[in-house]
């Protein structure tokens, strides 16, 4: 196939971006940065409430970090405040009782869905304390838009 | 009118009426999403609506009419009536059945579940039914298409696929290959559970399968809208293909790349682990390359046009190019629009990036520039070109179709921009309302969501415009006889044997490989694990 030089000159500046692209992406990844939220644990939706993992909702903190759990349900997160230390690794784990909902803080990475019969699970720090709105930013029914929560990041007390 | 265009006919009425259902319903979110209080604003009928304008325009428009344009290209590039008419005319009844239970059940409030209706959000059976009759519609097309090409090739053995034809047996290898994901989602999983007739369904399966048909299902709407800005812009524009060779890889490669990609849109989904997302994340970018391509080779094309008028100078040859004639326009326009689109694309694709952006107004204002323009615009261009074709009548209001591709540009920039802002600031796509009570952070989304309600505004006014070229022309356009449908020439003589990038089954083959090493050992380790179903949940 013959190709113009101009095309072949896009062609192969185009394939370098991509390889490029990719390179970031694998370098990410080695180093271990950069991670969705990929968490495989499953949990039987119908049992949340029993189950050991999340009967009891809330906030653990000890001298690494703190550890979330928290549940979605139509069209509430429980707990609905969640305050957990700056500048400190907070581990989240998540599930749904009823349908499939998202939980991003506003204004940070912190994002994943949370799908029922699976545990959703990330860790990120806090370098800012302040008030963070939670939102479910997955439909989930008709009070879609007024599910919400809020994060609470506190300097550590001395 | 031929009689063998009332085929082709059909499929495109039903897609401009389903267009023009959906793009009302539009205005009213747009509205609602900027707060503004209207006497029928409920979020009952905000979700309904959402639901209805998702359905009709990411389904119903688009496959109507690529069915329609495919049997367009078929008769016209090889020169025959298409083969098996009585299975395309079954194909377009099941379509248009399937189309009509699915309609009925979200306007009655039974389906009100989002064009992606993810369980255990459950819909009325009518729903899947009836989209299930779509895709079977869908198929009875892809196979006329395939057997018409076959009797074609027994006469003309050796000889290159006519270009045109070429991109449009792409889209449909890639359909049939990304409809086995949403026909075992539906008919093996939601059509038994939405009949009772098993309780449970697992949702990350679920959208594994969904996800697995929704990623193609773009390149399924880009492909043929490809077609249109290889094969026919630069005839209209007055000028030559610059590459034929290059135009034929690149839709080999999307019949390629097309469909091992779909964890890219389950980043954020637990239960699917890390290394399955980072392989579908390299193998998404791979697709960024045939675009590129398309990029410079339409954009060549256009210059040799603009210069083929007596364009000189560096940009002299663009002032050339006919800005009036709404084919062109539409897809220049399209074209622009479609770069910001991929831009946003790698974006998403970005693996850590993506936690950003996932599931926010970021994503609706990219798929606005994608589907909603790259595909959608370059599609009522066509319309523009091909109904008078096909009906023998002149296009009616011919002022209004000038200005539409214009207002659409304008409107798309006011509600993409201003979504993919807000997107980063947090706000999620898919509200009623952004107010979250009060709070400070989404007061600061209000100034952008009236930007984008403006855009709204200006998309519904150019939709209705076409809708009013089209219901003109269709109605009252003065008959004359109707002038042929025309192909670009190449620049260089075209190849006129076939090659190896005419071998169709081959390609299938190879995507069929890629496909399997994606998906097949991922999926096997889900379906061992233990998991818990979920019984169906109703909306409200």
Known sequence: ???????????????????????????????????????????????????????????????????VIAVGM??????????VPAHKPVTFRLTSVDVTHGFEI????????????????????????????IVCNEYCGLSHHLMSAKLIVEEAKP | ???????????????????????????????????????????????LSVTAHGVLMAIVFTTFFIMGFGYVVATRTMDRPVRGPRLAWAGFWLALAGTLAAAA????????????????????????????LLVVGSWCWGAVMVWSYVAWRREHPGQATPLAMHGMLATVIVWF???????????????????????????????????????????????????????????????????????????????????????????????????????????????????????????????????????????????????????????ALAMILFAGGGFGGAINASFGMNAVVHNTAWIQGHF??????????????????????????????????KIQPYIWFVGMMCFSFSNHITGLMGMPRRIYDPAYGGDAVAAGWRALTAVSAVGGLLLFISAAFFMMVMLGTGLAGKRKAAEPVEWAEPLHPANPRATLLDRYGLWAIVAVVLVVIAYAYPLWVHLRM???????FSPF
């Not at chain 2, 008078?388 to 011919?398: K, Q, S, T, V």
């Open chain 1, 1 to 67: 196939m013959s190709v113009p030089v101009y095309e072949r000159i896009w062609m192969r500046a185009s394939g370098i971006l991509i390889v490029a692209f990719i390179t970031t992406l694998a370098a990410g990844l080695a180093a271990g940065a950069l991670q969705p939220p990929s968490h495989v644990e499953t949990i039987d939706p119908a049992k949340v409430w029993t189950d050991p993992r999340f009967a009891q909702t809330g906030v653990t903190v000890d001298t690494h970090g703190a550890t």
């Open chain 1, 74 to 83: 139509m069209f509430a997160f429980v707990p609905g405040e969640i305050r």
């Open chain 1, 106 to 133: 506003v204004g940070t990475n912190g994002n994943t869905m949370v799908v029922p019969g699976y545990v959703s699970q990330f860790t990120t720090t806090f370098d800012r304390p302040g008030e963070y709105l």
């Open chain 2, 1 to 47: 009118m031929n009689r063998g265009d009332r085929l082709p006919l059909a499929h495109l009425w039903v897609a401009i009426l389903a267009f023009g259902a959906a793009a009302g319903m539009a205005l009213m979110q747009a509205l609602s999403r900027a707060s503004l209080e209207l006497p029928w604003r409920s979020p009952k009928l905000y979700y």
């Open chain 2, 105 to 132: 059940a979200i306007l009655t409030g039974r389906a009100t579940v989002l064009y992606t209706f993810y369980p255990p959000l459950m819909a009325h059976p009518a729903f899947y039914i009836g989209l299930a």
């Open chain 2, 177 to 331: 290959i990304a409809t086995i994901g949403v026909a075992a989602e539906v008919l093996v999983l939601l059509i038994p559970w939405s009949l009772g007739l098993v309780r449970t369904v697992d949702p990350v399966l679920a959208r594994t399968l969904f996800w697995y048909f929704g990623h193609p299902l773009v390149y399924f709407w880009l492909l043929p809208a490809y077609v249109v800005w290889y094969t026919v812009l630069p005839k209209v524009a007055g000028g030559k293909l610059f590459s034929d060779p290059l135009a034929r890889l690149v839709f080999v490669l999307f019949i390629v790349l097309s469909t091992p990609v779909g964890f890219h849109h389950q980043f954020m989904d637990p239960g699917v682990p890390a290394s399955w997302k980072a392989l579908h994340a390299f193998l998404t970018f791979g697709i960024l390359f045939p675009s590129f391509v398309t990029a410079f080779t339409v954009t060549a094309s256009l210059e040799v046009a603009g210069r083929m008028r007596g364009g000189t100078g560096l940009l002299g040859w663009l002032k050339k190019l006919p800005w009036g004639d709404p084919l062109f326009s539409s897809v």
């Open chain 2, 368 to 401: 606005h520039l994608t589907v909603g323009s790259a595909v959608a615009l370059t599609f009522m261009g066509t319309a523009y070109w091909l109904m008078p074709r096909l009906l023998g009548r002149e296009l009616e209001l011919g002022l209004l179709a």
């Open chain 2, 530 to 536: 233990e998991r818990f179903g979920s019984p169906g």
